[in-house]
Each structure stands twice: as structure tokens, then as C-alpha cells.
């Protein structure tokens, strides 16, 4: 038996391992179930994995594989092989080296692409992947490589190698290449100014330098050097001594310059505007710059006539036109602009980047571009969104402006938000501000799901959704705004349907959030909640499982912390309800409620709130499910609880329900018969009496407060009783149920051949159980007007005798 299902209303308080989220492909669950089950695939020799020899990994897939592992790293079980990971010098190194073909005529292997940024490997790894892998055409490496061996390894690349990305840059110089360009002394001797080139790669076409802190004079104009075909160069958040290093070759070739979060001066950007081929310029910075000259972007306009897309966010380069006419002649065939800058253009930018510019220029009425990252509308900021999604800093602003306008406005593109949120998430998962922002646009994003013109959430969305929040719940366990955020957002779904496919994981979250010790009321009243729901209407096994999380443990130190303060609440009323929800037919909860001295607890919450009718309810429900358990039956039999139930036979409290539930834990007691009891005070005798009584004075329509997912536990009391009460209870409950809510229990009924086990009381002679035979009766007849399709609203309750029904019991009934 269960308890009552409890809904909570939903207040959301307002405070300032990346995937798509698009179903994974046939390959991509191929690669997957590789990661998932490497004992299979893979093999130790020499104290190194590699592939097994009959395992071949086509062509492209290599690259998939890497990726994904990339992905979900920390979900990989290598503990089969623990002898190497214990000897690997960095954590990714065990897996990465089943990309080494270790035959020179046999490759398992073939990557085309090596994002490793994500990765933590030592430069021997790395250098050795390099070397087994000739055919690399693209290059990610975030590695500490003191000696040089991984900028040496990649020269060997040189005819294939087309694109190249160093994230933290620093890190990746060895000594004496940090040495020799950290200074202008001609005294030292180095290979590298000897051969005046860094790395020898001249088919690149595409070179990123990500995060170089340490001023090096002169290293790109050596690193570039023999780069006569790049295109493309990203020096995000680097530090520039000078752009010298942009005049020469790259004037003919480069079309693409990224100096986010470079420091740049007015000067500076007179080279710049040497680059006449540029189509892509980003100069945008990490925060406001108030030092740039509004002249330098009317430079930049005029200079560079192929120019496509400029982002100038968090820049002080906009200036507002002042005291012009834009409906002038002179200007027809010009693009109209409120901005100083760019005005005179005869074709609209691509793209313009205003994100966070000084004066609020996203907001101007002219802009000359397609596309415009800001906060102005919707527009703006999903392309924010999407074009910022590898920028933090950027997105959580952005991610801010997301949730104020799926809050306080109508959203015209919800489903695309909501893509660009999760993306966010899952690429930033132990980033608290992201996961933190995110959360609280999704919360509205489900919320109104529905309300627009483009339906409803498809179930997988849902999946992603629910997945995002738990998982950030799980990052940020400290953070009690993010909590509060996720638990807002999953009570928005279907408790416990939605979730089953992620179920312990929540549960999880959930346990540990409420072990918390300095946690708030809200989430304390919230959580128990959730878990509650959790608990009801889940098959057996995952109340086993929420038990061996210990769940029951966790439930009775919050009641245990509410009576210490004499406070009976909705917390502690849900915290036994939830026990009871997570006993129903699972004899090992039962066992572990009184192994934590539950009986006791039972006794102190009844003394001290003795006229709480809804905590009497749940307490008593409890203890009926603990009573189910004849190996428990004993622990109950003592005098001073039997006391307990047998007063609370005449409650009144909560409708019938403390009355109802305090006679089944004694119909259950009663069920092994008279030889079984051994309390002397009230006798057996009182007790059957007693029992009776109370249910011959309940209305066979009285609504429940009640769930039953089986009637196996009261079936059992019906053939066969050794005890006439018990029998008689288990009567009345089917007869009340198949009464007040026939639609769900006429099928249960019939479904577990509850019919065929009510037949020997029907045709026992016995005359003392005519009162049981007639609620049997009862039973019988409202199952035949449910098959029969009589409403509800109108079956009489007027007294009938068991003749009056058919008692056939074949399989047409």
C-alpha cells in the first residue's frame, strides 16, 4: 500500500561534456557502446592498451571515437585495467594509447582529426600519437611540453597538416624555445633561430594561439613564417607584443583575424587595416574598453572592402550618428546606419558583434548588418547564443538575457532557446554562472512549453532537459540557488515517468542534496517532495534501490531534526508519507524503518501531535505495510503498540483514513490467529471485536486518500482466515474500492483472480461471516456493473443479499 501522491506549487525565485542535442547517429551510438564496453575491444601489452588485433576501426570513425571519448571521459570504465592507469603519468593517457598502431604495416587506427584540447596528456603521449598517425590533417593540443618533443613531432606533418590549435599556449613552449624568445640576446644559442622557423607546416591553412601570457618578442613572426598558405589565425586572449608580424605574406593570404581579448591600440589598428583580403575580424574584448578611438572603426570600414564579419563587442568603437538625415537622397543605394563608423556602406555586414558595447549601440534603430549579437530582442540574443556558445564569459550574459526574456516576454522561437541552453550546459557542466543561468531560462522554457505557435517539446527534448539539470545538480551540490532552480524545473515534468530513464541518478541528487546541513527550508520542503513522488507508483526494484541509498535513514533524520524543534509541517507529514510509499511490498525497507529504531519514532511523533490527522495517516500506512511482513509481525506484537492501534480503531482524523489504516495493521498482526498473540492487554477477543465495530461504522463510499498497486496484501487475509476481522477489513477495502473508483480497481480485481479467491467465503456455511459475505457481495456486483458499462453516478447502495448475485466464476464474469 501507498501513500497519497502530493503536488507542490511552483515558485521560481529571479537572480542575476558538450553534445549536440540532436539524437546521436547510428555511428555515433556505435562509438558509444565501444566506450562503454572496452573490455571487449581492447587488450594490455606491455603494460600499454591497445586494440585487439582483430579489431579494425574504419576510416573517419577514428575520429568519431576520439570525439566522443572526448565527450563522456569520465563515464569510461578503465578499471579493468588498473595496473597501467595506476603507472600512466596523465589521466587520459591509458585510453589514447589504442590509437598506436603497433604494427608498422597494420593500421587499426587511422585519425584524420585530434581534438585533444580537452585532455590531460603528458607530451610523450601526445608526441607518439602524432608520430603513429602521419596523416593528420587537423591538430588540437593543450599539453605541458617542456622539451619540445610535441612542437618536433608536429613538423613531421608537413605535407598533410592544414589545421592547427594551441589552447594554452604557454604551456606547450619548451625551455629553450621560451628562453630564445623571451630575449634579444645574441649570445643565445638555439636551433630554433639557427633555422629561423618554429614548426615546419607550410600547407596550413588554419593556426590557432589561444591564452599566451608571456611576452616573446618576435615568436610569430618566426612561428608564421613558413605558413605562406594560412588563412585563418586566432590569437584569442594572447598577449601581442606587436602585429609587425601581419605585414608580409599574410597581406596576400590571410582572410580571417580572431584577436578576442587581444590588447589592441588605436595604432595597432592601422595594421589591422592593412589586411585587405579579410572577410572574418573579431576584435571584440573579454571586458569594456574605453580607450579606443570611434575613429579606428571608420577605418577599419573604409580599408577593407571584402570585409563580412565584425564583432566589436565590449568596445567603445560605436558612435552614434548625429544630426543625419537618412531618408536624404545623397544616400539612396547606401545602407542606412545609427552607427557613426559604418556609415557610407553599400552592402550590409554579415554579421556585426555589439554584445555589451558602451552606449547601447545593439539597441540603435540603423544597424548595417544581417546578423547582430546584443540584448536588444529575441533575435539578437539567439544569435548571441550561437555565436558566443565557446565563449564563458560571453554566454553566461548571454544566458542571462535569455531567462529575462523568456520570463517577462513572449518568445517567438522557444525550441531553438532551448537547444542553444543545453548546448551551453553540457559544453560548461562544472561552470557554476552557466549551469547556474542556464537552469533558470530552462525552468521557463518548460514551464510555457506549449504556449507558442510551434507545439510542444518532443520527448527527447525532454530526455535532454532533464538529464541537463540533474546533471548540474550533481556539479554544484554547494550551491543552493542551483538546486533550487533544478528542483523547480523537474517538478515541471512527470514525477516519477519522466524520469525513470535517469531515475537513480536523481534519486542520487536528491539525497545527498537533503543530507546537506546548512540546507534552506524551501529546498528541504521541496526535496522531500520530489522524493516522495520518486517513491510512489515505481515497481519494486527501484524501491529497493532508493532504499539502499539509504533513503529511509535519511527520511528519519529529518523527522528526528523536526520533532527536536516540536515541529509537525509539511516536511515531516511528506518525510513519513515517503517512507511509507517506499515500504509498500518491500519486506527489506520495512526491516531497515525498524532497524533504525522507527518504532520508537512512531511513538514520540503520536505523543507529541497526537491530532495531526494527515501524520497519523502516513505513520499508520507505514506500519500496515510493516505488518504485511509476517517475519516482522513479532516486532509489533507488544503490548504498548497494540495499545496504540486499538485506540486509534475510533479516530476520526483525516476522514477514515488513521481509523482505516490503524485496523490493517492489526488485520495483518491478527492473520497468523489467536495462537500468535501474546499480549495480554488488549486480548485477542477485544481486539476482533473492536475491529468490527470500527468497520461496520465506516461509508462504503468514503473517498480515499489511498493508492494500491496490488491487492495481493489483502487477498491474502481472505481465504482461509484464522482471524474474522482480518478477513472482514480485507472485504470492506475491496468492496470500497471497486465502489468509489471502479474504473482503476475492477480491472486490478480481476486481473490478480481476486473474483476466484473471494468464492469459498461466499460458499462457506459459516453464519457468523454473513456480514463479510455480504461485502463480498458487494464486490461481486460492482465488478458486474463495471463490465456491464452502468455509470458510476448511478449504482445503488442500497442492502442486498447474496443471492442477488450471479456467483458463476468462469471466465466471462
Request: aromatic share 8%; net charge neutral; glycine share 4%.
Amino acid at each position: 500500500m501507498e501513500g497519497s501522491r502530493l503536488t507542490l506549487e511552483h515558485r521560481i525565485v529571479p537572480f542575476q561534456e558538450w553534445k549536440t542535442n540532436s539524437p546521436p547517429t547510428l555511428l555515433e551510438s556505435a562509438c558509444i557502446s565501444f566506450l562503454k564496453n572496452l573490455q571487449h575491444f581492447c587488450e594490455a601489452r606491455n603494460g600499454i592498451l591497445y586494440m585487439k588485433p582483430e579489431v579494425q576501426i574504419p576510416i573517419g570513425t577514428s575520429d568519431i571515437l576520439l570525439e566522443k571519448y572526448s565527450q563522456m571521459r569520465h563515464l569510461v570504465d578503465l578499471s579493468r585495467f588498473s595496473d597501467i592507469k595506476r603507472n600512466a603519468e596523465a589521466e587520459d593517457d591509458v585510453f589514447i594509447t589504442i590509437f598506436f598502431n603497433p604494427l608498422p604495416d597494420t593500421k587499426q587506427t587511422r585519425l584524420k582529426r585530434a581534438r585533444l584540447e580537452d585532455l590531460k596528456l603528458t607530451a610523450d603521449v601526445v608526441a607518439s600519437l602524432i608520430q603513429h598517425h602521419p596523416d593528420l590533417e587537423e591538430l588540437n593540443v593543450n599539453v605541458s611540453d617542456p622539451h619540445g618533443v610535441v612542437v618536433e613531432a608536429i613538423s613531421s606533418l608537413r605535407s598533410r597538416l592544414t589545421k592547427l590549435n594551441f589552447y594554452n599556449f604557454q604551456n606547450i613552449f619548451g625551455e629553450e624555445m621560451a628562453r630564445y624568445f623571451r630575449t634579444d640576446d645574441s649570445g643565445v644559442i638555439s636551433h630554433y633561430k639557427t633555422r629561423q622557423y618554429v614548426i615546419d607546416t607550410p600547407k596550413l591553412l588554419s593556426l590557432g594561439v589561444k591564452r599566451k601570457t608571456a611576452h616573446t618578442s618576435g615568436l610569430f613572426s618566426t612561428l608564421i613564417k613558413p605558413m605562406t598558405q594560412l588563412q585563418h589565425l586566432d590569437l584569442s586572449q594572447s598577449v601581442v607584443d606587436n602585429f609587425s608580424f601581419l605585414i608580409g605574406s599574410l597581406q596576400k593570404t590571410l582572410s580571417s583575424l580572431c584577436l578576442y581579448g587581444v590588447k589592441i591600440t588605436n595604432a595597432d589598428f592601422q595594421t589591422v587595416a592593412t589586411l585587405k583580403r579579410l572577410k572574418f575580424l573579431d576584435v571584440s574584448q573579454t571586458e569594456i574598453v574605453t580607450d579606443h578611438s570611434p575613429s579606428c572603426l571608420r577605418l577599419l570600414s573604409d580599408s577593407l572592402p571584402e570585409l563580412e564579419y565584425l564583432d566589436i563587442s565590449y568596445t567603445c568603437l560605436c558612435d552614434p550618428i548625429t544630426g543625419a538625415n537618412l531618408s536624404d537622397p545623397k544616400m539612396q543605394g547606401i545602407v542606412p546606419s545609427s552607427i557613426e563608423g559604418l556609415r557610407g556602406r553599400q552592402r550590409p555586414l554579415q554579421f556585426l558583434g555589439l554584445f555589451q558595447c558602451r552606449n547601447g549601440a545593439c539597441q540603435w534603430s540603423s544597424i548595417p548588418a544581417l546578423r547582430v549579437s546584443g540584448d536588444a530582442n529575441e533575435t539578437q540574443i539567439i544569435t548571441s547564443l550561437e555565436i558566443y556558445m565557446f565563449r564563458a564569459r560571453y554566454l553566461h550574459k548571454a544566458l542571462n538575457d535569455a531567462y529575462r526574456l523568456l520570463r517577462y516576454e513572449n518568445c517567438g522561437n522557444p525550441h531553438l532557446i532551448l537547444k542553444l541552453i543545453l548546448d551551453a550546459m553540457f559544453m560548461y557542466p562544472k561552470s557554476m554562472r552557466i549551469q547556474i543561468a542556464g537552469s533558470a531560462a530552462l525552468f521557463y522554457v518548460v514551464r510555457n512549453d506549449g504556449q507558442s505557435k510551434i507545439g510542444k517539446m518532443d520527448p527527447y527534448m525532454r530526455r535532454l532537459v532533464i538529464r541537463a539539470i540533474v546533471t548540474a545538480m550533481g556539479n554544484n551540490l554547494n550551491e543552493q540557488t542551483m538546486l533550487r532552480n533544478g528542483c523547480l524545473t523537474l517538478c515541471q515534468f512527470h514525477i516519477p515517468n519522466e524520469v525513470m530513464f535517469i531515475y537513480k541518478d536523481v534519486v542520487t541528487v536528491l539525497l545527498k542534496m537533503l543530507r546537506l546541513a546548512a540546507l534552506d527550508e524551501f529546498l528541504l520542503r521541496i526535496g522531500v517532495l520530489l522524493l516522495n513522488s520518486l517513491a510512489c507508483q515505481v515497481e519494486n526494484e527501484h524501491k529497493m534501490m532508493v532504499g539502499e541509498m539509504k533513503a529511509v535513514e535519511t527520511m528519519i533524520d529529518i523527522i528526528e531534526a523536526r520533532l527536536r524543534d516540536t515541529n509537525c509541517d509539511e516536511v515531516m507529514e511528506v518525510s513519513w508519507s515517503m517512507m511509507w510509499n517506499v515500504t509498500d511490498e518491500t519486506p527489506r525497507n520495512c526491516e531497515r524503518f525498524l532497524d533504525r529504531n522507527g518504532m520508537n519514532l512512531f511513538q514520540r511523533c503520536l505523543t507529541t501531535f497526537p491530532d495531526k490527522g494527515e501524520l497519523l495517516r502516513n505513520m499508520m500506512g507505514l506500519l500496515g505495510n510493516v505488518a504485511e511482513v509476517q517475519a516482522l509481525r513479532c516486532k509489533l506484537m507488544v503490548a504498548q503498540y497494540i495499545k496504540v492501534f486499538s485506540n486509534l480503531l475510533d479516530s476520526t482524523s483525516d476522514g477514515i483514513e488513521v481509523s482505516y489504516n490503524a485496523c490493517g495493521v492489526l488485520a495483518h498482526i491478527c492473520a497468523d490467529g489467536p495462537d500468535t498473540w501474546t499480549v495480554e492487554s488488549p486480548s485477542w477477543d477485544e481486539i476482533q471485536s473492536k475491529m468490527i465495530h470500527a468497520i461496520n461504522r465506516w461509508a462504503l463510499r468514503s473517498k480515499r486518500n489511498i493508492n494500491y498497486r496490488s491487492f495481493e496484501p489483502i487477498l491474502r487475509l481472505i481465504p482461509g482466515s484464522k482471524s474474522h476481522a482480518s478477513q472482514h477489513w480485507a472485504c470492506w477495502a475491496l468492496a470500497n474500492l471497486t465502489r468509489v473508483y471502479p474504473d482503476k480497481y475492477c480491472p486490478l480485481l480481476e486481473k490478480e483472480k481476486g473474483l476466484e479467491r473471494l468464492k469459498p467465503v461466499i460458499e462457506d456455511d459459516d453464519p457468523a461471516r454473513w456480514d463479510t459475505k455480504r461485502l463480498i457481495s458487494r464486490v461481486l456486483l460492482h465488478h458486474a456493473r463495471f463490465m456491464d458499462r452502468i455509470p458510476v453516478e448511478s449504482w445503488s447502495d442500497e442492502d442486498m443479499d447474496v443471492s442477488d448475485v450471479d456467483l458463476e466464476m468462469d471466465g466471462e464474469l
